[in-house]
C-alpha cells in the first residue's frame, strides 16, 4: 500500500516552545515532564504554543480467531457486547472521555456480529474476525492493508471535521494473545517475556497461552524484517486499524496518545513499517500487562502514568489527555519574568 508521506517534526517550533519555557516564572525544568510535553507537541504541530480544541479516542474492534483456544477469561461474544456498551456509554472509556471532554467513535473493523446503525459506530468490517493463527495466518496481507487504510480514513475524516488530538484504543477478546505474539516476534524477546495475563487468566491459563502462541509463531514463522507479514499472520485487524490512525494522523500533525499494550503494539508496527511517525506519538502510561514494557523500550518513549491498569479501550490514554492539557496551559498561559515583574536568576 501507499503509505501517506509524513511531515518532518518542527524543530524550529519545538525550540521556540523551549526557549518561551525558559522564560516562564520558574526554575528552568522544574515542571518536568510536562515542559518536555509542552516541547514535544510544539514540534508535533509546528506551533510554538499548541492549544487542543477537540479530543477524540478512535476504539478499534474486533474479534480473534485464536479465542476459541482458551486463551481468553471471557468469550468472543464480549466482544460485541462490549461495543454496545460503548456506544451506550457505559463503558470505562466512555466516562472518562467525558471528563476530559473527548469524543469516543468505535469502528467494527472485524466483530463476528451485525451491528444496526447506532450514533458513534462506524461500519468497517474488513472480516468477521481474524482466522485461528494455530491453524494458518490470521489474514492475508490484503486485509491488513485494507485494515490500515480504514485506519487512515477514518482519523482523516475526523481531522477534517477539527480533531486536533487523538487517543487509540481497541476491544477485541483474544487481543493480548495477538499482541504478545507480534511483540515476540518483533523485539526478539521470548514469547514467556512478553505475555501477560490478557483479561485475568490463571497460572494454567498463562501456560496454555504462552504455548499456543509458540506454536502459532513456529508454524506460521512470521518474519521479523518485514512487519506487514508479522501482522497479518498473527496480528489483528484492530492492531492494523490503529496503526493505520497513527498513519492519517501523523501526516495531518495530529499527535496521537497511545493507550495500553494492544495500542503500543499497533504503535510498534506503524514504527516499523514507518519510522517518521514515531515523534508524533506520546505514551500515555505503563500497563501491568508485561509485554507493555517491551514496546516502550523498542519505542523509546517514557509514559506520562503507571496506574496498574491493565483495560484497554483507550483509557489510559484519555487520561492523559489532561497531562497533554496541562502542559500546553502552562506553556501558553503562564506569564514571562519580565510579563509578571519577577526577577530572573543571574
Known sequence: MNYPTIPSFDISSANLARSRQGMLTKPSGSLGLLEDLSIQLAGMTGKERPRFHRKGVIVMAADHGIAMEGVSAYPSEVTAQMVLNFLNNGAAVNVLARHAGAFVRVVDIGVSYDFHAMEGLLHRKIANGTLNMLKGPAMTRTQAEAAMQVGIEVVQSEINTSLDLVAI???GIGNTTASSAITAVLTGLPVEQVTGRGTGIDDIGLRKKVRVIQEAIRFNEPDPQDPLDVLAKVGGLEIAGLAGVIFGAAARRVPVVVDGFISGVAALVAVKLVPEVKPYLIASHQSVEIGHQ????????????????RLGEGT???????????ATRLLDEMATFDEAGVSNKE
Do not use: K, S, T, Y
Open 294 to 309: 517491551a514496546i516502550w523500550n523498542a519505542l523509546g518513549l517514557r509514559p506520562l502514568l503507571d496506574l496498574g491498569m
Open 316 to 326: 489510559g490514554a484519555v487520561l492523559a489527555f489532561h497531562l497533554v492539557e496541562a
Open 169 to 171: 484504543g481497541e476491544m
